[in-house]
């Protein structure tokens, strides 16, 4: 596809090189001209300088001709305005990136009478993964396929745990449970395991099950631990705005410490249910008054990561809940995931997961057949889900026939509602969901899973 993305930002210059990673023809458009030149020099892009909702602009970037255009500067009005430019002047898909309370609000009349094929809110679905988290403590990442039918789930296998010198295969058997191990971290290791590999403590397991079923699985293991009861937040941002709200409705008390004052009272009315504290996040002896001690989950949400970071690593010493720490900078991810931070939100990545799983299911429609995709460990991993079509290589062959790629397993497949674990005998069929988990990244399509 044909792909514009106005703002050159860590969010877009992230999308434009995955994007063009996956086959994309894509055009950058950024107001700065050291930042336009140096990515495009150094990248498989078009750098256009100038502002992005000036027409001239976008004729000049290839706007009539495009089939989408994702407008992701930091100026919410400007990505609206180069949507509206954009669906004027080329009659292509939308995508505007909306971070104000206020606009988000009233955000279906908006892409409605702009005619935008999508908004996202980087804090509001920062919000949500750290909500779902929080609903299921004992992982340390979830991710969702189906429309959240089917859950990847992430967690460290601790000191003491059943399943620690455990083969893959003695599962079943052992606990009675068939639950699907589809990877394994182990250091800086990815591992597709299969049923001799043996699970050891400290590694990093993945399974993918319904949410009913991993719950089962958790209390298998001994590992289930009961929703959270109450929250402290550390900053009254947005994100801890649409956290509190999202908390509250789950019935889980929320205390929120902000140090601005203004910004308290604004809290106090938007969230009254909340208990909202004027003070420093980062002044111990408040933490300790205010019960971080009791709490059973923390989350770190300041503007600063460094702040974000010492604040988790504090908590981790002081209280036994779950623990969430909100990274904004993505280049030193290596040493914070090396860190005692519990589960780390991205904003910026959970913003390109979504604008990426758009234009995937976009791209489905004229060619590709990827439906979902997650990059796992540094893009040493992918978890994709796959719609079958009918002229799919793979429908109505017994799965034990297929010569498939190493290091790769199909975890699921979803069937009219059922969710079907895969054994040799079944086949694919069309209008399936398959989901799968590799380390040979860049598939695109279902048949890429067999060998060539």
């Given at each position: 596809m044909n792909i514009i993305i106005v703002g050159c930002g860590k969010v877009g210059s992230t999308l434009a090189k995955q994007l063009s990673k996956e086959g994309h023809d894509i055009s950058i458009i950024d107001i700065n001209d050291k930042v336009v030149e140096e990515f495009s020099n150094s990248h498989d892009v078009m750098g256009i300088v100038?502002?992005?909702?000036?027409?001239?602009?976008?004729?000049?970037?290839?706007?009539?001709?495009?089939?989408?255009?994702?407008?992701?500067?930091?100026?919410?009005?400007?990505?609206?305005?180069?949507?509206?430019?954009?669906?004027?002047?080329?009659?292509?898909?939308t995508i505007a990136k909306v971070r104000n309370p206020i606009y988000y609000k009233e955000?279906?009349?908006?892409?409605?009478?702009?005619?935008?094929?999508?908004?996202?809110?980087?804090?509001?679905?920062?919000?949500?993964?750290?909500?779902?988290?929080?609903?299921?403590?004992?992982?340390?990442d979830i991710n969702v396929f189906n429309k959240g039918s089917v859950e990847l789930l992430s967690f460290k296998l601790e000191k003491g745990s059943i399943l620690h010198d455990m083969k893959v295969q003695e599962i079943r058997a052992k606990l009675k449970f068939d639950i699907l191990v589809c990877m394994v971290e182990r250091g800086e290791e990815v591992i597709i395991p299969n049923g001799e590999f043996i699970l050891k403590e400290n590694d990093i397991?993945?399974?993918?099950?319904?949410?009913?079923?991993?719950?089962?699985?958790?209390?298998?293991?001994?590992?289930i631990k009961n929703p959270v009861k109450n929250s402290m937040l550390i900053g009254g941002g947005d994100i801890s705005y649409y956290l509190a709200k999202r908390l509250i409705k789950y019935g889980i008390d929320v205390t929120l410490v902000e140090k601005d004052e203004k910004r308290c009272e604004e809290l106090s009315e938007l969230i009254p249910e909340a208990m909202i504290i004027h003070g420093d996040g980062t002044d111990k002896d408040l933490l300790m008054e205010e019960g971080i001690t009791h709490a059973e989950s923390f989350a770190s949400l300041t503007g600063l990561d460094e702040q974000n970071v010492l604040l988790s690593l504090h908590a981790n010493n002081n209280m036994n809940g779950k623990i969430i720490t909100k990274v904004n900078r993505i280049t030193f991810d290596e040493v914070i995931n090396n860190l005692n931070l519990g589960s780390i939100?991205?904003?910026?990545?959970?913003?390109?997961?979504?604008?990426?799983?758009?234009?995937?299911?976009?791209?489905?429609?004229?060619?590709?057949?990827?439906?979902?995709?997650?990059?796992?460990?540094?893009?040493?991993?992918?978890?994709?889900?796959?719609?079958?079509?009918?002229?799919?290589?793979?429908?109505?062959?017994?799965?034990?026939?297929?010569?498939?790629?190493?290091?790769?397993?199909?975890?699921?497949?979803?069937?009219?509602g059922e969710i079907i674990t895969p054994n040799g005998q079944d086949c694919i069929k069309k209008g399936d969901y398959v989901i799968v988990v590799t380390t040979n990244v860049g598939l695109q399509d279902l048949s890429d899973i067999l060998r060539s």
């Open positions: 100038g502002n992005g909702a000036a027409y001239s602009i976008q004729k000049s970037a290839g706007i009539e001709k495009a089939h989408l255009l994702i407008a992701v500067t930091g100026s919410d009005e400007l990505n609206l305005l180069c949507c509206l430019i954009a669906r004027k002047a080329g009659n292509c898909e955000i279906g009349f908006i892409k409605e009478e702009l005619g935008l094929s999508m908004v996202i809110n980087p804090d509001y679905e920062a919000a949500s993964e750290i909500a779902r988290i929080l609903r299921f403590p004992s992982a340390i397991i993945s399974i993918i099950a319904p949410h009913k079923k991993a719950t089962e699985f958790f209390v298998k293991i001994g590992m939100i991205y904003p910026k990545f959970t913003t390109m997961r979504y604008i990426l799983k758009y234009v995937r299911a976009m791209n489905n429609s004229i060619g590709s057949n990827v439906e979902t995709l997650y990059k796992i460990k540094n893009d040493k991993a992918e978890a994709l889900e796959f719609y079958v079509n009918e002229n799919s290589k793979l429908v109505g062959i017994p799965l034990e026939k297929l010569k498939l790629k190493d290091n790769l397993i199909i975890c699921y497949i979803k069937r009219k």
